[in-house]
């Protein structure tokens, strides 16, 4: 499947907030949203000084672009998400981002194994990963409660994963929703992801509204 590579720093500059979507540079000084605080592109410095509330379209498009960004998913890929949260009961926007937190390279994530979404993909599309013992190689896997996520045998050989629990106990800790242990490095999802658990500054009604239309 297709997938963005081109430079994420223009992405989180476009929408005008961070996106963390590299890790811990974007906690730094270097990050772009900080050094350069206006849109990318030749017009971007106008854009800059023209930027108004917009149209309801306007912010209903940047809502939904600023969720794919966030985690890493392409136009096709989300429409589907959508129409399966269309489909299930309940509030159609938290079903979405339950939807989109239940990806097993968000879990990672969130997990602290990794320091981006896109570094969690890539562990995950490398095989690192297991879910329930087997290993599992697909990000967009939509993880179960009761599930347990850890790491390969094979893998746990690599320095990166030896220094992992170190590491871990300098980040922030798991969401209520999942229960990691740091003795065995796995992480076990308790229950389904609700709207409160979820800390990411978005708006999904307007994505509603936007897919509505």
Known sequence: MARYTGPVCKLCRREGE???????????????????TYPPGQHGREAQFKRG????????????????????V??????????????????????????LESRLDN???????ADSRAHARQMVTHGHITVNGRRTNIPSYQVRPGDVIGIREGSRKRTYFKELPAYIADRPPAPEWLELDLASMTGTVLRVPERRDIDMPLNEQLIVEYYSR
């Open 18 to 36: 961070k996106l963390f979507l590299k890790g811990a540079r974007c906690l730094s000084p270097k990050c772009a949203v900080e050094r350069r």
């Open 53 to 72: 509330r917009g149209s309801d379209y306007a912010l209903q498009l940047r809502e939904k672009q600023k969720a794919r960004r966030i985690y890493g």
């Open 74 to 99: 392409l136009e096709r890929q989300f429409r589907r998400y959508f129409r399966e949260a269309l489909r299930r009961p309940g509030l159609t926007g938290s079903n979405l981002l339950s939807l």
């Open 107 to 113: 879990i990672v994530y969130r997990l602290g194994w």
